[in-house]
């Protein structure tokens, strides 16, 4: 059976400073890592997904996760966000014909 | 390329009462996902469908249920309603099934309360 924990359910933090999105994940599958996000009333899309090999996945628009096997963990980091990045962020583990999402965590970016 | 489309997007009914949701797919996709957003659950797994066949189903009870057609479109049915299935329902569709390496697109939901 799959889980998937973020660790924390609201961060706030100012504009140019760095985040990190907690995610931790327990899986009996091989399994298949995903960050989806869900801006202000609009529905979810993928920021970015592990599959294989190198353990740090980047995004187009400046976030990367890096994939902790020793650790399952899945951390998703940005080194300075944007007021654009308010949104609500879903850590989800893929495997044996589901995907199973975490609660999710509000990111609050303030001026 | 059409997106995930779910209708309708509001509903209202009583308890007791049954409801349908539907779900077209992108265009070519024959895995469809249906979920359970509520506010501080996060998105909760109904089932999973690939080609008519449902291939999981998540940790609802039977009043919960579903079926594919044949051109990949989606129905989820929700007997007798109780007040605590007020929530957004989603549905998501993707090449191959959700559980392996293929990015799921999203609907915009169905927001379903019950009163």
């Known amino acids: 059976a799959q889980s998937v924990t973020q660790l924390d359910s609201q961060v706030p933090v100012f504009e140019e400073a760095p985040v990190e999105l907690r995610c931790n994940y327990s899986?009996?599958?091989?399994?298949?890592l995903f960050w989806y996000v869900q801006y202000p009333n609009q529905g979810l899309q993928l920021l970015l997904k592990?599959?294989?090999?190198?353990?740090l996945v980047e995004s187009i628009n400046g976030f990367e996760a890096e994939f902790n096997k020793s650790q399952t963990s899945f951390h998703l980091r940005k080194p300075s966000v944007h007021i654009s990045d308010t949104a609500e962020y879903f850590c989800?583990?893929?495997?044996?014909?589901?995907?199973?999402f975490g609660a999710g965590t509000r990111l609050f970016v303030k001026a | 390329k059409a997106g995930v489309t779910q209708t309708p997007r509001y509903l209202i009914k009583t308890r007791g009462q049954q409801v349908t949701l539907s779900c077209s797919p992108i265009s070519g996709h024959r895995s469809v996902s249906w979920y359970q957003q509520t506010p501080g659950q996060g998105l909760q797994f109904l089932f999973e469908y690939f080609s008519e066949t449902q291939r999981n189903k998540g940790n609802f009870p039977g009043r919960f249920s579903g079926r594919q057609f044949s051109n990949s479109r989606s129905e989820m049915n929700v007997s007798t309603l109780e007040l605590g299935d007020s929530a957004l329902y989603l549905c998501a569709s993707s090449l191959g099934s959700s559980g392996r390496n293929n990015e799921q697109f999203f609907g915009p939901g169905t927001r379903l309360t019950v009163l």
């Open positions: 899986s009996s599958v091989s399994v298949y």
């Open positions: 592990y599959l294989s090999g190198s353990t």
């Open positions: 989800a583990v893929g495997g044996g014909f589901k995907t199973i």
